[in-house]
């Protein structure tokens, strides 16, 4: 499937849909029969070949694959995938749905099935019995709800998600864990999934911090849309601007440095940050920049001297007016605010100038987060020079989900929700690449596009590491790499080695993680 890394929105998703058979003619009961089936060889892969099940739950492993079906055509998707695994003649299995019947799509496919002589039971009917049923399962195949859901799953359907959930089988979703949907709340019922077999186009709300601890997995199969469709209707906005997509992080690296480079070649990165008792964040931002490659690294820092000292190859002076001066006519990037719990707006204001008028790539870190407004950036010379001649912005932004909702004026909680327009809002208000970190993280570009990182990595989740992916980005830049490049390379790097070293090494400290990323950037086997 091509375009198959674009992120939708289910309403966009259901006006592809929607567009496929309307104005294509592909019937419905055709796109229904390619999604079931492939749905059901990835199930099968997962229950045979791979000889797993997706999690660490309590399986039966001679109980049913039990079909949970809703009245949509998500039902109907999960109705077709049981009749392929009763065609193989070798699972149990059995339907559960629900009293208020199914819409005329999905009845038919469970009129194939009770012609082939299976039965099904009613959840508000026999909830003992389904229950019961369901702790026995080998696996669950969640079919409830998927892009047409409106609001919160309601009534009796929210009843059997809880008893889905509750059953402690493995639960495969099918297309979403049902009750998701584009703007949900914390509190709405939903699946927990162990699998999410996506039929079509990858869903927004799976790759969001409230969404995704619940998709488990994710496998996608394709129904058979036209490719040309899914670039209409993204390339038209419809009813989700901006172009979101998941990125491979194999597939960014950083540019290759020549053999006869010497340390000016590989770019000079200067941090401004600490202050007493913080003196650690400048420290392993600068070396986060020194293995991501930069030739030279100075820290100019508000902390004790030899607070947080770390190596000696960072060249380490007072955070003085002097030094000031010196390292920005020094650097060829700058990041600033790892642990500058002391500066003011001021500080920030007259750096941030500074190092604009000097056309030096800026990364903005932690406590700068906090003092930045868009009026420094407005201001400061560099940004409107860009704007004018449409040059790409040269600012990165690296907050967590936490400065990010203080610069918004938003909730952490409303950002788990949904990110995506206050990020493109973000990246816009300020002409900067926006980076929002957490278990997925997203790389907005000032022109709209966001760039998504999954693959959760617990051991990333400690002091200093994003200190580190700051002094990374700083690296990229000075090495002359364009910011919305840099900062996509810096995640995906960052990612890879915590992945590697959490392989090798179980938990870790950031400047464990510096010392990894030396070898994924520099190319170690
Ligand atoms: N053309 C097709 O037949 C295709 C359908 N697909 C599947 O179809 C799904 C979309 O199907 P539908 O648009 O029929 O809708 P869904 O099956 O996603 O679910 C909506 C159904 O749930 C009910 N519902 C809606 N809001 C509810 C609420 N708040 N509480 C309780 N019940 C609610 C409605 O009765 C509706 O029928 C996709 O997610 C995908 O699984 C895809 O597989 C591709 C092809
Ligand atoms: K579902």
Redesign the pocket.
Same mark, same amino acid.
């Given at each position: 499937m091509n375009e198959q890394d674009l992120l939708l929105s289910s309403a966009l998703m !259901?006006d592809i849909?929607r567009a496929a058979?309307e104005e294509l003619g592909i019937p #419905?009961v055709v +796109?229904?029969e390619n /999604?079931g089936r492939g749905a059901w060889e990835v199930l099968r892969r997962v229950l045979q070949e791979e000889g797993t099940t997706p999690a660490e739950r309590k399986t039966s492993p001679e109980g049913p694959l039990v079909f949970c079906a809703?009245?949509?055509?998500?039902? #109907?998707?999960a109705l077709v995938m049981a009749r392929w695994a009763f065609l193989e003649e070798q699972f149990p299995l059995a339907v559960v749905t629900s009293r208020a019947g199914l819409?005329a !799509?999905a009845e038919a496919q469970w009129e194939i099935l009770r012609r082939l002589g299976l039965s099904r039971l009613v959840w508000e009917e026999e909830p003992g019995a389904v229950r019961e049923l369901l702790g026995g399962a080998r696996m669950i195949v969640d079919g409830l709800?998927?892009?047409? +859901?409106?609001? /919160? +799953?309601?009534?009796s /359907?929210a009843g059997l998600v809880e008893a889905m959930n509750a059953s402690g089988a493995p639960i495969a979703s099918?297309?979403?864990p049902s009750g998701f949907r584009d703007d949900p709340d914390p509190g709405d019922p939903r699946v927990r999934a162990d699998l999410t077999i996506v039929?079509?186009y990858l869903k927004r709300s799976l790759f969001t911090a409230l969404g995704r601890p619940g998709a488990g997995r994710i496998v996608q199969v394709d129904?058979g849309f036209p490719p040309s469709l899914v670039r209409a209707a993204v390339g038209s906005g419809g009813s989700s601007p901006s172009q979101v997509r998941l990125r491979n992080p194999r597939d960014l690296t950083p540019r290759p440095v020549p053999a006869d480079a010497h340390k000016g070649v590989r770019g000079k990165v200067g941090v401004v940050g600490g202050a007493p008792g913080t003196g650690g964040a400048p420290l392993l931002a600068g070396l986060g920049a020194l293995y991501g490659g930069a030739g030279m690294v100075r820290v100019c820092t508000g902390a004790a001297p030899g607070e947080g000292w770390c190596d000696p190859s960072l060249m380490v002076k007072a955070d003085t007016r002097e030094n000031r001066t010196g390292i920005l006519d020094w650097a060829s990037a700058l990041v600033i605010g790892p642990g500058w719990t002391d500066a003011g707006r001021d500080d920030l204001r007259d750096l941030l100038g500074e190092a604009r008028q000097r056309s030096l790539p800026v990364v903005l870190d932690a406590q700068a987060l906090r003092l930045l407004e868009p009026a420094l950036v407005v201001e400061s010379p560099q940004v409107s020079g860009a704007e004018k001649s449409g040059g790409e912005a040269s600012l990165i932004l690296t907050p967590h989900p936490g400065e990010l909702a203080a610069m918004l004026g938003c909730t952490p909680r409303d950002l788990a929700c949904n990110p995506w327009e206050a990020l493109r809002k973000t990246a816009e208000i300020y002409a900067a690449v926006v980076v929002l970190k957490g278990s997925v993280t997203c790389v907005a570009d000032p022109d709209g596009r966001i760039s998504v990182f999954d693959g959760g990595c617990p051991a990333l989740a400690t002091a200093g590491t994003g200190d580190v992916l700051a002094g990374l980005a700083g690296a990229l830049c000075a090495a002359g790499t364009e910011a919305a490049e840099a900062a996509r390379t810096a995640v995906a790097l960052h990612l890879r080695a915590g992945q590697r070293l959490a392989s090798r090494a179980g938990w870790f400290t950031a400047r464990d993680l510096a010392r990894s990323l030396g070898e994924i950037s520099g190319g170690a086997p």
């Open positions: !259901a849909d058979r #419905g +796109l229904m /999604a809703g009245p949509g055509n998500n039902g #109907g998707d819409g !799509a709800s998927g892009t047409g +859901l409106s609001g /919160a +799953l309601r009534g /359907a099918v297309d979403l039929t079509g129904p």
